[in-house]
């Protein structure tokens, strides 16, 4: 039989925060590379875009330090976020030309 555990309050939040973390990364780093920027300026567009909100929201509620920076999931959310968006990155082409 399956043992049908209620989801708490906590973990739903918990859930939909690593959700919107990742969705804005993602949408960050779909922007750099549209903008035909390197991996590194993929990766800080994409963490910024991911964790800003977050950061900002609770900064001013008073919960410091933010959550992006203590909570491991979601480092671990940035972290699966870089890698995709690596993966799909384009290099722009060389033209030979210096």
């Known amino acids: ?3 049908a555990t209620p989801l708490t309050t906590a973990a739903l ?3 939909l925060d690593l959700i919107g973390t990742f969705a804005f990364a993602v949408s960050g780093a779909a922007s750099g ?3 035909r920027l390197d991996v590194f300026g993929v ?3 994409a963490f910024v875009a991911g964790n800003a909100g977050g950061v900002t929201r609770d900064v001013l509620i008073g919960a410091v330090p933010p959550a992006a920076i203590t909570l491991p999931s979601l480092a671990a959310a940035s972290r699966r976020r870089h890698s995709a968006m690596v993966d799909l990155h384009v290099l722009p082409p060389t ?3 210096r």
Request: proline share 0%.
């Open 1 to 3: 039989m399956l043992d």
């Open 13 to 15: 939040l918990l859930t």
């Open 33 to 35: 590379v549209k903008s």
């Open 43 to 45: 990766s800080i567009l």
């Open 95 to 97: 033209t030979g030309v």
